[in-house]
């Protein structure tokens, strides 16, 4: 019996798309409406799958350059670095040269 409501409401629904035109009007638009959103939906989902997609590929490519470039940086400081190391070796006993190190270090901008 609960079920008899909407049968009926619906009976009348399809009765009245036979005999009014306003209403057969009003379905197609609505149907049109609607179907117009599904196909928005299903563009933006893939628009945004897409942008997505190529976004992560740019990022990666773009990490991959900047890793590339400092391992390159890297690479060529390695000789200052050791130089530093053996610059500093001999002076690690003696207080006035680190002192004045230090302090000419921390005048730097």
């Keep these: 019996m609960a079920f008899d409501a ?22 197609l638009v609505t149907s049109v409406v609607g179907c117009s959103f599904m196909i928005a939906v299903v563009v933006l989902l893939i628009l945004q799958r897409t ?31 050791r130089m530093m190391a053996r610059a500093f070796l001999d002076r690690l006993g003696d207080p006035t040269y680190l002192s004045t190190y230090l302090t000419w270090m921390c005048k730097l901008p």
């Design 51 to 81: 942008l997505v997609h190529g976004s992560g590929e740019a990022a990666a490519s773009e990490a991959s350059h900047t890793a590339s470039r400092l391992d390159r940086v890297l690479y060529e400081r390695v000789g200052d670095s």
């Design 6 to 27: 909407p049968i009926i409401w619906l009976r009348s629904m399809i009765l009245q798309l036979g005999q009014d035109p306003y209403v057969r009007l009003m379905a």
